[in-house]
């Protein structure tokens, strides 16, 4: 018998009419709609960024990278040569990699290392070439932002599951107005180091995908964050050009 407030199993109560933001932001549950259940959703997975979808995460990526967090995952892309260690010119190798222009790449390994770089740093001192140790990428982890990734670098499916349940309205992807509300919806109290290192992430986010339509695909963004996309997306570039100078 399913709970007649938010369609939930009786006893399992999610939402109260006098608190209204509990009815507008919905948690997943596998109780609702059409959707498989997701076993252990709550359990972070280590190597594997899985979804009600992918619930095998992406595969192949994952076995290559089985000894890597997925937040580690997301990062080794720009760790071409698999050292651990990822220097300003190697982000910016990356980012024109993925085919942003040369003074977004410039700006964005600058500002991604400098935030980033003392947090992961194996010493009490400073890296003086604002290098980012993948071995403690996990420190870098920043408040106000959707939880997929826990303190210690893994990936929490049923916070995966509850950014779409709660911004894209059970849609398999969000828009850009999905983002902004998702924005306002994860910010936590005197964090403005949070709401800024979301928002730029959500930002290059889009800026790399670039939907035409608007519509952010949710497995896209699932491989986001476990970084088999990135690879993706360079090789897709790479023979694209390839293809055009054959062409010429």
Known sequence: ?????????????????????????????????HRKDLPSAGTARVNKAISVESPGGTSLWSEEHAQQTVLQQHC??????????????????????????LVLCAVGALGTHLLLSYATSPSVLPDPLLRIHLQNIHR???GSDSGVYDSEGRFIPQKFEDFFSKY?????????????????????????????CTFMAWTWTYMLLWPEDGFLRKDDIRRVFDGS????????????????????
């Not at 006098?18 to 609702?32: G, H, I």
């Not at 398999?172 to 949070?194: E, S």
């Open 1 to 33: 018998m399913a709970d007649n407030l938010n369609g939930r199993p009786k006893g399992i109560q999610t939402a109260l009419i006098n608190a209204s933001v509990t009815l507008e932001r919905p948690p997943y549950s596998p109780a609702v709609g």
């Open 76 to 101: 080794a892309f720009f760790d071409r040569d698999a050292d651990g260690v990822i220097s300003p010119l190697d982000t910016f190798r990356g980012l024109r990699l993925l085919g942003f222009a």
């Open 140 to 142: 870098a982890k920043h």
């Open 168 to 196: 894209g309205k059970g849609k398999d992807g969000v828009t850009l107005n999905d983002i902004r509300d998702a924005l306002k919806g994860m910010r936590v109290l005197m964090d403005p180091v949070g709401w800024f």
């Open 229 to 248: 996309i990135f690879q993706d997306i360079a090789e897709g570039r790479k023979a694209k050009k390839e293809s055009t100078k054959k062409g010429e």
